[in-house]
T-cell receptor, first 113, second 113 residues
Framework: GENVEQHPSTLSVQEGDSAVIKCTYS??????FPWYKQELGKGPQLIID?????GEKKDQRIAVTLNKTAKHFSLHITETQPEDSAVYFC????????????FGQGTRLTINP | DAGITQSPRHKVTETGTPVTLRCHQT?????MYWYRQDPGHGLRLIHY???????DKGEVSDGYSVSRSKTEDFLLTLESATSSQTSVYFC????????????FGQGTRLTVV
């Protein structure tokens, strides 16, 4: 079936440095790529998303880039802060009947003070 | 936070017993989803609903059934729980198909002993 690969599974960075998480997808028809942040004991929450007609999107310290030819997309967090520590999930849309999301395996990001 | 309530939040049950998890929303969103979250697997779709009495299978539907008799309620039933169904279960809702923001509940931690 369709799948999304996410790397790395864990990432540790110093406060103030940048963090990058990468995902690849297999379905060339995918057209929606959201990123979710999950804090301990909570459900995932959307932090940014991008559609296939756009190559890059920014929202303050967070940016997402998309390379449709290579079928990969990345999350970039700049000037990291302790509250950025969480598990991050990428996802890609697939159409099997109704449109659905396939999630990556998750990245545990730790910001070291 | 989107109005999504999952119940129970925690449950321990014995192998072979039936279990029903409830998802209740106050957003009047058409689409509802059940995911399970396991280490190394991210979030995997179990079943989803695209309207009252309209449901379909996801990628890991074996051993699970769902029902949606009202817009606001989506029930997930494990007919005969097995230890492999020990997981954290998340309900999600979206206004349109999965190319718009999905909102997740707080999760239900289910342990099958």
């Amino acid at each position: 079936g369709e799948n999304v690969e996410q790397h790395p599974s864990t990432l540790s960075v110093q406060e103030g440095d940048s963090a990058v998480i990468k995902c690849t997808y297999s379905d060339s028809a995918s057209n929606y790529f959201p990123w979710y942040k999950q804090e301990l004991g909570k459900g995932p929450q959307l932090i940014i998303d991008i559609r296939s007609n756009v190559g890059e999107k920014k929202d303050q310290r967070i940016a997402v880039t998309l390379n449709k030819t290579a079928k990969h997309f990345s999350l970039h967090i700049t000037e990291t802060q302790p509250e950025d520590s969480a598990v991050y999930f990428c996802a890609a849309s697939i159409r099997q009947g109704a449109q659905k999301l396939v999630f990556g395996q998750g990245t545990r990001l730790t910001i070291n003070p | 936070d989107a109005g999504i309530t999952q119940s129970p939040r925690h449950k321990v049950t014995e192998t072979g017993t039936p279990v029903t998890l409830r998802c209740h929303q106050t957003e009047n969103h058409r689409y509802m989803y059940w995911y399970r979250q396991d280490p190394g697997h991210g979030l995997r779709l179990i079943h989803y609903s695209y309207g009252v009495k309209d449901t379909d299978k996801g990628e890991v539907s074996d051993g699970y059934s769902v029902s949606r008799s009202k817009t606001e309620d989506f029930l997930l039933t494990l007919e005969s729980a097995t230890s492999s169904q020990t997981s954290v279960y998340f309900c999600a809702i979206s206004e349109a198909q999965m190319n718009t923001e999905a909102f997740f509940g707080q999760g239900t931690r289910l342990t099958v002993v």
